[in-house]
T-cell receptor, first 112, second 113 residues
Framework: AQSVTQLGSHVSVSEGALVLLRCNYS??????LFWYVQYPNQGLQLLLK??????LVKGINGFEAEFKKSETSFHLTKPSAHMSDAAEYFC??????????FGKGTLLTVNP | DADVTQTPRNRITKTGKRIMLECSQT?????MYWYRQDPGLGLRLIYY???????NKGEISDGYSVSRQAQAKFSLSLESAIPNQTALYFC????????????FGNGTRLTVT
């Protein structure tokens, strides 16, 4: 069975600092990987997805993620945090069963 | 208008009551899903439907039932609500592709007292 581990349930950064949110997956074959963002009182929105076309994936709002097969990782980064990035972020994995399995989420706090 | 609409947005009910959460979509997707979100646990799949005649249990289906009334409508019922079903419930849709992302509604916050 596939699973997703997000390291750190809460990450706090200063405005302008690098954002790094970690995600590791367990899978015997390369899966499809996604990052979603959830703002307060809203549903989840897709940030970006990896589908094997390129290992470095660019998403919305300046976020990007790099697929590293050797490390089974798909970490999310943004060079400079903005106050509006404060939200909860979820990593998810999908394989041939067409269902997404979500990580437990990482709450990002951005301090002024 | 939202592509995936959930009603109600908030609901408070008492233990033992039957309630229904509704979801409708205008995206034309065949696949629809119900997830439950609890703090620190992420999202867990309750039921999913790949078309009107194909409904499947997810990882936490006990105590829940669903109905796919049409391609655009997928409702979730709690037959006899209990306090540990207090959670945020999300409906989602997707295209019929393994790499298709989910499109979420804004959620229904359910409180069972």
């Amino acid at each position: 069975a596939q699973s997703v581990t997000q390291l750190g349930s809460h990450v706090s950064v200063s405005e302008g600092a690098l954002v790094l949110l970690r995600c590791n997956y367990s899978s015997s074959v390369p899966p499809y990987l996604f990052w979603y963002v959830q703002y307060p009182n809203q549903g989840l929105q897709l940030l970006l997805k990896y589908t094997s076309a390129a290992t470095l994936v660019k998403g919305i709002n300046g976020f990007e993620a790099e697929f590293k097969k050797s490390e089974t990782s798909f970490h999310l980064t943004k060079p400079s945090a903005h106050m509006s990035d404060a939200a909860e972020y979820f990593c998810a994995v999908s394989r041939s069963n067409y269902k997404l399995t979500f990580g437990k989420g990482t709450l990002l706090t951005v301090n002024p | 208008d939202a592509d995936v609409t959930q009603t109600p947005r908030n609901r408070i009910t008492k233990t033992g009551k039957r309630i229904m959460l509704e979801c409708s979509q205008t995206k034309g997707h065949d696949r629809m899903y119900w997830y439950r979100q609890d703090p620190g646990l992420g999202l867990r799949l309750i039921y999913y439907s790949f078309d009107v005649k194909d409904i499947n249990k997810g990882e936490i289906s006990d105590g829940y039932s669903v109905s796919r009334q049409a391609q655009a409508k997928f409702s979730l019922s709690l037959e006899s609500a209990i306090p540990n079903q207090t959670a945020l419930y999300f409906c989602a849709t997707s295209e019929d592709r393994v790499d298709s992302p989910l499109h979420f509604g804004n959620g229904t916050r359910l409180t069972v007292t």
